[in-house]
Antibody, heavy 114, light 112 residues
Framework: QVQLVQSGPEVKKSGASVRVSCKAS????????ITWVRQAPGKGLEWMGW????????RYEKDLQGRISLTTDRSTNTAYMELRSLRPDDMAVYYC???????WGQGTLVSVSS | VVMTQSPLSLAVTLGQPAAISCRSS???????????LNWFHQRPGQSPRRLIN???NRDPGVPERFSGSGSGTDFTLRISRVEAEDVGIYYC??????????FGPGTRVEIK
């Protein structure tokens, strides 16, 4: 069955970078895109970006452009989200999901302190 | 595209119906003929789960009491008889005018 398993919680200081991984099983990652969504504490869902694992094509939310990078490693069936220059308002649970959001990872809490 | 939902909070008696409205600031018909309006349910502490895709298609394993309808800019999620497991937050989301996907603010459903 399809599963997306994400890396564990992270605690970072303002200005640092974070990299969250998302390992897919039950299908080959190059068969579908990967979407990243985040959710600040007590808030709604925010689309961050999407990657096509076949060719590396990416789309990013415009307010994150310049700070976010999405990549995939087809050899390990894993997707990665890197967010740089972290700010306190980047504190959120970060989710990966299969392209059309039919399967989701369990979420990764990223805490950012000033 | 801005998505709005109403109500933002809903208290329902077990076994009674519920309806959540979602409105988009632009029409959601895609040039390929589909309307990419999805509904998600998120229980506390859990990842969202997609319930409905393309307005009215229930995802595998979603109970028949959930149904979606609508067109253009107005969409509705209905629960025919609310059960205890239906509590949580419901989000509509459009993927027609992508990127980005845009979510509604969410509707919190609780049991009265």
């Amino acid at each position: 069955q399809v599963q997306l398993v994400q890396s564990g919680p992270e605690v970072k200081k303002s200005g640092a970078s974070v990299r969250v991984s998302c390992k897919a099983s039950g299908y080959r990652i190059n068969q579908y895109g990967i979407t990243w969504v985040r959710q600040a504490p007590g808030k709604g869902l925010e689309w961050m970006g999407w990657i096509n694992p076949n060719n590396g094509d990416t789309r990013y939310e415009k307010d994150l452009q310049g700070r976010i990078s999405l990549t995939t490693d087809r050899s390990t069936n894993t997707a990665y989200m890197e967010l740089r220059s972290l700010r306190p308002d980047d504190m959120a649970v970060y989710y990966c999901a299969r392209s059309e959001l039919d399967f989701w990872g369990q979420g990764t809490l990223v805490s950012v302190s000033s | 595209v801005v998505m709005t939902q109403s109500p933002l909070s809903l208290a329902v008696t077990l076994g009674q119906p519920a309806a959540i409205s979602c409105r988009s600031s632009q029409r959601l018909e895609h040039s390929d003929g589909n309307t990419y309006l999805n509904w998600f349910h998120q229980r506390p502490g859990q990842s969202p789960r997609r319930l409905i895709n393309k307005v009215s298609n229930r995802d595998p394993g979603v109970p028949e009491r959930f149904s979606g309808s609508g067109s253009g800019t107005d969409f509705t999620l209905r629960i025919s008889r609310v059960e205890a497991e239906d509590v949580g937050i419901y989000y509509c989301m459009q993927a027609t005018h992508w990127p980005p996907d845009t979510f509604g603010p969410g509707t919190r459903v609780e049991i009265k």
